[in-house]
Every structure is written in structure tokens, then in C-alpha cells.
């Protein structure tokens, strides 16, 4: 049963702006703070983009990411947002959203401090 779900991905032309949503089973969202975005281009690694602690809504961004980029959430809905903004054809990527507990030795910006994972959604970016 999937835990973690996204949304939103899709065909966009460069310039323009998209919205990925992270929908969370509320009994993980529950027993998670963390939640985060990771993105995976073909043949590529996967990278942070950005990070809420899901108690108090505190943000961390990868560098790359801070400009661009900008993570949220509702609370009620359990949902995490991703707004990406002046998308780029480098923004093209499969996006992934994990969640766990926040710990004091993990970074919030590395997959493997993430036990779950959604499918993801596609973004395909060009014109």
C-alpha cells in the first residue's frame, strides 16, 4: 500500500511554473516530521531539492534549489507541496518525495535518511 503519493508532474514549456504535491498516509504523516523532495534525471543520481520539518514548517533547500524552488505544507490534508518556478529544461527529472523522523545525525537533504519513498511524477520540461 502506498504510503507516500505524488502528483502534478506533467509537460511544461521553460519559463513557466508547476506544483507537485505529496500526498502522505495519515498515519505516517503522524509518525514523521520530515518531510523532503528529491528529484532523478535519466542516468543521474538522486539529488535534494528541498526539505519541511512537518511540526513547525522550517525549510532546508539543496544550493541548487534556493531560488526556484519552494517547499510547503497542509497540515490538515497531509499533503507537502513542491512550486517550482521559471522552469528549466535542466528541471527534468522524475520527483520523488520521502518522509521520516527528524534525527540530529541525518542530513534532511540525503536520501538515505528517508525510510519512505512515493513513485514519484515525471517532469518534462522544453518547448
Known amino acids: 500500500e502506498q504510503q507516500l503519493t505524488e502528483s502534478g508532474g506533467g509537460s511544461v514549456q521553460p519559463g513557466g511554473s508547476l506544483r507537485l504535491s505529496c500526498k502522505v498516509r495519515?498515519?505516517?504523516?503522524?509518525?514523521?516530521?520530515?518531510v523532503a523532495w528529491f528529484r532523478q534525471a535519466p542516468g543521474q543520481g538522486r539529488e535534494a531539492v528541498a526539505a519541511?520539518?512537518?511540526?513547525?514548517?522550517?525549510?532546508r533547500y539543496a544550493d541548487s534549489s534556493k531560488d526556484r524552488f519552494t517547499i510547503s505544507r497542509d497540515h490538515a490534508e497531509n499533503t507537502v507541496y513542491l512550486d517550482i518556478h521559471r522552469i528549466q529544461p535542466e528541471d527534468t527529472a522524475t520527483y520523488f518525495c520521502?518522509?521520516?523522523?527528524?534525527?540530529?545525525?541525518?542530513?534532511?537533504?540525503?536520501?538515505?535518511?528517508?525510510?519512505?519513498w512515493g513513485q514519484g511524477t515525471q517532469v518534462t520540461v522544453s518547448s
Open positions: 495519515r498515519r505516517v504523516y503522524v509518525s514523521t516530521n520530515l
Open positions: 520521502a518522509a521520516d523522523r527528524r534525527h540530529p545525525a541525518l542530513s534532511p537533504l540525503r536520501p538515505d535518511s528517508y525510510g519512505y
Open positions: 519541511i520539518y512537518t511540526d513547525d514548517a522550517t525549510t
